[in-house]
Structures are given as C-alpha cells and as structure tokens.
C-alpha cells in the first residue's frame, strides 16, 4: 500500500515540474524566472527523495519475497503449494465505515485496541489494515485512511455531486498541491501561398495551479449503536460520511467563492463574457432563444465538447418539461427523459431559486465538465470524540450528554478550469412551472 502512495505522490510532483517547464516554453520558450526555478529546484529534491524511497520498499518486498517459507502440504515429502485465500472485497468505502466504527468505538486512543476490535467484527483483513494505519501529523487524534480505500469513498461522492457526475475530471494531487497547464484561447491557422510565413498555430496556453482545501464533516452516532456493532452498521456510517460531505461538495463546487481556504465553485470561474442574463418576459420564443445563446457561447469557443451538460435547478427543470406550445404539445418532450436537446441535465437544489433583488432567480449552467478539474488528494482522515460538541442546525448538542460519539471527516481538493470558455451561465431565471 505504501509503495502505491509513493509513485502517486511521485508522479504529482513531476507532473508539476512538467507544468512549470511548459509555462516557460509556452511563453517564448524563455528561461525559468528566479521564482520558478526555485519552485524546479524544490521539486526535483522532493522526486528525489521520493525515489529513495520508493526503492527502499521495493528492497523490502524483495527480500520479504526471498524469506518466504515453503509450504509442506498434507501427506506430502516435499513443499508445494496452496491455494491462496480469496480476500474479502468489501463494499466501496465500507472499509472507512468500518474505520470510523473502530476509532469510535475505542476512542481512537489505542491503535492496537482499535485494531483487536475492527478484527473481532470484520476479521483478520479489516484489523490488519487499522493496525497498520498511520497518525495523521496534521490532525491530532486522526488517522490516514489508506489511499486506495480513501479513494473508494471519494468514488461514492460522484453520483451525488452534480459537478463530479456530469463528467469533472478528478487530478491525483496527493503532496497537496500541483501546476499543469490551462488552455485560455483557440488555436489560429490558415492556408498560405510559397514562401510566406505560417500563421502561429499554437494553441493559446496558460498555467494553473491547486492546492488543497480542506472539507471537514462531522457525523454523530450512537454510542448504543457502537456497543452492538455488527455487518451492516460500517454502511450506514459510510453512508451517513458520504452524505455529509456530498452536500458540502454540492455547493461549494457550483457556487462557493474562492479563498484560501475554500475551493471555487463554478459560478466564480466562468468569465465575464460567458455571463448570459435571460430574456425579460420570458416566452416559449425568448426560452429557446436563451438555451440556444447558452449553449452557442461554449460551442463557438471551439471547446472540445467531449462531456457537455446543463445543471440547473428542480424547478428550472420542470418549467422546460412542463411547458406548452400554441398547440398545447409539450416544447421539449426530451427533458422527461434528462436531456434538454441531445445533452443530458444534472438537476441539483445547490441551484439556488431565491435569488436576485427579488429573491426569485435562479441559473442554469452548460457547459463541457471534462475542462473542470478536481484536484483530489485521495487522502481522508477520521478522528472519534465522545466528548466534543456540535452544531445541529443552529443548537449546539453534547456528544457526552447524549451519549454520542461525534466522528470528524477531513478530505482535501481543490477546483479549476483547464479551458477558461468551456463554461457558460445563463443568469436571472426566473422560469416558473
């Protein structure tokens, strides 16, 4: 597992050494700024010190490999063989279910005692992973969910976060940070006659650049539901974290603003001139008219269109569906099925409604989701308090006093557009079934 991690994290770092390179090729193929080498320099310490490590444990496997005591079977003079086990494959995620349980259950304080028990539920399996789980340096009491497992979960976040099920790509950022390049204009080209200078061809390029954010859930179970822990109870608290962190990620990836501590959400990255304010006195005409001007602002960017989709809200959605023309036939039959011409909808009430001076607005969004990246670090951490406090929608409960065990989530990613026109918004909706 740990030697998985490594590579990861190795190949994050030189896909961001590449990202600086290419920033200086694409500009004139100049030097490295001061700045930039600096930040090489760093990185290529950091490959190789990654590397050292990376060979340190392929030794240790070697040799591992080489002490392996033959199996003598039954009966038999010589060794052989057996039959390996067929390991457990548990549910997606559920392995942090069961992590979160044992943390709770324990009070996180005895990795060993968390470990005797995930083995007594679960088995042989579960244990030895909780025992070999490391502290996290950065959260105190909290442990590192293996990565792969940590990427289950966040695997279980896609269909319930419009962002990440209409297509956005995930990017491993496992060191926490990572510079790629960005696309920020066509390509220009043409037809010549002999010897006259080409056009530049060159597509128009940028960097970008993420870091991660920190998102922290919090989920409160029963410490009478710990006591009887069996199969089935590890789901229902994966799918309780799932739930908790979906919502979350819902919002904040559509329409959270930026800082240095939050990811920026769709709303803040389109540019100005993708900004589209609906028709006044909306008619079936002016409806059209407005899709139409919605979807021709990506599509004339010459964006690539491999995952193109709208996200709006439930009602925006049952106006279109719902809506007549002079015939009484609905206008757009095809959103009974999901789809608003050929590309599908993602309806999500992270949409707001209430919106504009008259608090009756909404936004409907197209755009390609393939240009929208998130840099996940596939790294969650749990941590168990029987004694902490949370806020319940505005009341502020006593995990102690209600006989709680309070369970902390932290996962970490980052939001950007690798194309700054794959999106458009079209703003002021004010569409009514």
Not at 10 to 30: F, H
Not at 137 to 142: D, I, L, M, Q
Not at 156 to 169: E, S, Y
């Amino acid at each position: 597992m740990r030697i998985t991690a490594l590579k990861t994290s190795l190949a994050a770092v030189v896909a961001s050494m590449d990202g600086i390179l290419a920033t200086a090729s694409t500009d004139n193929d100049r030097d490295l700024t001061a700045e930039e080498q600096t930040s090489f320099d760093a990185k290529a310490i950091e490959a190789k010190d990654l590397q050292a490590k990376i060979a340190r444990e392929e030794s240790v496997l070697a040799l591992k490999a080489s002490a392996a005591t033959p199996v003598v079977l039954p009966g038999a003079t010589q060794p052989g063989t057996v039959p390996a086990a067929v390991a457990e494959k548990p549910e997606p995620g559920a392995m942090v279910g069961r992590i979160a349980i044992a943390l709770a259950a324990t009070g996180g304080r005895d990795q060993r005692a968390m470990a005797d028990h995930a083995q007594q539920i679960w088995g042989e399996q579960t244990g030895q992973i909780v025992a070999n789980m490391e502290q996290s340096t950065a959260t105190k009491g909290g442990y590192l969910v293996d990565t792969a497992y940590s990427a289950d979960f966040i695997g279980l976040l896609r269909p319930k976060v419009v962002i990440r099920n209409a297509g956005a790509r995930s990017v491993p950022m496992p060191d926490g940070n990572i510079t790629m390049r960005k696309q920020t204009g066509t390509t220009s080209a043409g037809y010549v006659g002999e010897r006259t200078p080409a056009p530049t061809t060159d597509i128009a390029v940028g960097s970008l650049s993420m870091s991660a954010k920190t998102l922290r859930a919090l989920v409160p179970i029963t410490n009478q539901l710990l006591r009887r822990a069996a199969f089935g109870v590890d789901a229902m608290v994966r799918d309780d974290l799932v739930t908790s962190a979906a919502i979350k990620e819902d919002q904040q990836f559509l329409r959270g603003t930026g800082s240095d501590l939050a990811p920026a959400g769709l709303r803040s990255l389109i540019v100005a001139g993708n900004v589209l304010t609906m028709t006044a006195n909306p008619t079936l005409v002016t409806v059209r008219s407005d899709m139409a001007r919605l979807k021709l602002k990506v599509v004339n960017a010459n964006v690539p269109l491999s995952k193109c989709a709208y996200i709006m809200s439930p009602t925006s959605q049952s106006f279109l569906e719902n809506i007549t023309d002079a015939n009484g036939n609905k206008a757009f039959p095809e959103v009974a099925q999901g789809r608003f011409g050929i590309y599908p909808i993602y309806v999500t009430t992270s949409v707001p409604d209430n919106l504009g001076a008259g608090s009756n607005e909404s936004e409907i969004y197209f755009g390609d989701f393939e240009q929208f990246l998130i840099g996940d670090t596939y790294q969650v951490t749990l941590a168990a308090s029987d004694s902490a406090a949370y806020d319940d929608n505005g009341t502020i409960r006593s995990a102690f006093s209600n006989d709680e065990t309070v369970i902390r989530l932290i996962e970490e990613h980052d939001t950007e557009l690798r194309y700054d026109a794959a999106f458009a918004v079209l703003t002021g909706v004010v569409w009514k079934p």
